[in-house]
């Protein structure tokens, strides 16, 4: 029998919306169950077979003759998921193989398409790609995790079949798309065609790269795919406009993140490429091309400059793009926020995001309400941040741990989007709320120590977890030793 885990925790909410009330009952202290949670999920994910795959594979394959059709399916040792193969269009109106996993449950509500967050621009670091299809380590050092797989596990209990891509570019020549508006947006729309069943409901679910994805999903839906019954879209911190994500290159993770769009962009454009030849150093341009084939964990441990550092004449990306339209014009084209999602769409970010700065959110959020479209905008703080700091600002604790101030909110904020989305699955009303609803956020006083250590011991609970994971494969994961349950607090 299948087992039931949550992660449950309690960011503190900066806007009314429409769940506020059930959310002030939530308590801090159950941030102490997010370690040994995440780990219970990824180890029962990794042994639901006495089979378990040894090593990598992916459902390669050729592109079949219309867009939005699955062409393979394939079970996986491992795994209840079975990876597929299905057909999709890039930006160029090719029809392009692209891989990806299938997660069933009887008697579901509806499918949710899951758009992954950063794995990075290789072949071999897409979700489905891992030994049963959640972690390996490559000859060449390369790591991949399907760091998801607990948020795929979490739908499926509450009762929706899951579908997640690849993206476009897995077995290719070319790498996976990144920010690429059209071709993320594709791969999200017709991974559901290529499964849903008649009449099906459908909704897009993504956080981070997968948020932006998510979202080019909910714009594009209408024209491209007008057969689909889209209910609802969670985009959460969604890159939205390139341009920004470029600008913010420094530090190991925000370098790599930024490669990752300049080098996807050079693949997909020519003129692009040409123009950021002749900006590079040569420094830049072998690390440049080494990330087309590097995941965001070997990515980000690399020791590197920051992003600007690689350029000539010590100009910074800004600078060059504002200068030359070669590659300023495919930074705007790529940018979200200028067609109207057909269905309602919930707009996620946190203040103190260190990855994705919270700015495009909002404006994405701002976007859309100006376009007439239903809209949810939360803006979450995440305690022992700067904008929610501990005990009066004594202690904080997420920029100690870099990406944390990007990566806590989804893992806080997850079981309240599936009750947003099971609530446009049912077909209820949808409170409006836009960035301008949003009163001036006042911080929480209180916070004592026992409180401030039950979220430490959650946070190096789960990145203890999640690092053992990285480093032995697959497998069940030991549990994180559990904590008293401290008093509910008045958020």
Known sequence: ?????????????????????????????????????????????????????????????????????????????????????????????????????????????????????????????????????????????????????????MLQDAGYRVVVTDYIGLGTDGVHSYLNRVEQGHAV?????????PGEKVAFWGYSQGGGAAAAAAELAGDYAPELNVVGTFAGAPPADPLAVLQQGSGPMLTAVAGFAAASYAESYPEFSDALDEHLTDDGKIWLDGLKTSCVVDASAAPQKSFDDLFIDGKSFAEIAEEDDRIGKYLERNKLGKVKPDAPIMVLTNPDDDLVPEPQATQL???????????????????????????????????????????????????NVVDWLTDRFEGKPMTQVCPSDHPDYE?????????????????????????????????????????PSLPSLPF
């Not at 729309?189 to 069943?197: H, L, P, Q």
């Not at 494969?473 to 904590?483: A, F, I």
């Open 443 to 483: 911080v929480e006083e209180g916070l004592n120590a026992v409180e401030i250590t039950a979220i430490v011991a959650a946070v190096l609970g789960a990145l203890g977890a999640l690092g053992w994971w990285f480093y032995t494969g697959s497998g069940p994961l030991p549990s994180s030793p559990s904590l």
């Open 365 to 415: 959020a701002e976007d859309y309400c100006a376009l007439g479209a239903d809209v949810e905008y939360r803006r979450v703080a995440v305690p022992g941040s700067p904008t929610q700091p501990l005990s009066s600002g004594r202690l904080e604790l997420t920029p100690r741990a870099p990406g944390s101030g990007h990566a806590l909110p989804l893992i806080l904020q997850t079981n």
């Open 189 to 197: 729309i017709d991974a559901a065609r290529a499964v849903a069943k």
């Open 1 to 153: 029998m299948r087992k039931r885990w949550c992660l449950i925790a309690a960011p503190i909410l900066l806007a009314p919306y429409a769940q506020a009330e059930d959310l002030s009952a939530e308590s801090l202290s159950s941030l102490s169950s997010v370690g040994s949670s995440t780990a219970e999920v990824v180890g029962d994910a990794s042994s639901l077979s006495s089979l378990p795959e040894m090593s990598s594979h992916a459902l390669n394959g050729q592109a079949g003759p219309v867009a939005g059709e699955l062409d393979a399916k394939k079970r996986v040792g491992g795994s209840e998921g079975k990876r597929i193969r299905y057909t999709s269009l890039n930006e160029s109106g090719e029809k392009v193989p692209v891989t990806g996993a299938l997660y069933e449950r009887p008697f579901s509500k509806g499918l949710v398409v899951l758009a992954p967050g950063t794995r990075g621009l290789g072949d071999q670091c897409a979700p489905s790609a891992g030994s049963s299809m959640l972690s390996s380590i490559g000859t060449d050092g390369t790591v991949n995790v399907n760091y998801e797989a607990p948020m795929v596990q």
